[in-house]
């Protein structure tokens, strides 16, 4: 599978940004679609995660109540919607494939995308 994440770019805190990712050449050990993102000088961090097969997303904590994840199975697409930006939302975010159970870990994830940035300036 090849990913191409894009939609970063520089909003003010409280703005919102969505960010599409799409999917081509898609194979049953794509069934999970993730989304990560990695600050300057940090780990990359989990930030949603939902399967192509189903509605039932899962969210780490920095993620829940503010950004939406969502699927565009015709588009072969997954979304990220983001609300409510802190400038501690600032990163690149990067959108990865895996063919497992929804896991939190990078390492569970098998293709990534370039990444796409996103800054929230106060």
């Known amino acids: 599978v090849q990913l191409q994440a894009f939609g970063g770019g520089l909003v003010q805190v409280g703005g919102s940004l969505r960010l599409p990712c799409t999917a081509s050449g898609r194979t049953y050990s794509d069934s999970v679609m993730g989304w990560f993102r990695q600050a300057p000088g940090k780990d990359r961090e989990f930030v949603a995660a939902i399967r192509w097969s189903s509605n039932s997303p899962f969210y780490g904590d920095s993620a829940k109540g503010r950004f939406t994840i969502a699927i565009d199975n015709s588009k072969n697409t997954v979304y990220l919607q983001m609300r409510s930006l802190k400038p501690e939302d600032t990163a690149v975010y990067y959108c990865?494939?895996?063919?497992?159970?929804?896991?939190?870990?990078?390492?569970?994830?098998?293709?990534w995308g370039q990444g796409t940035l996103v800054t929230v300036s106060s």
């Open positions: 990865a494939a895996g063919d497992s159970d929804i896991v939190v870990s990078p390492e569970g994830y098998h293709s």
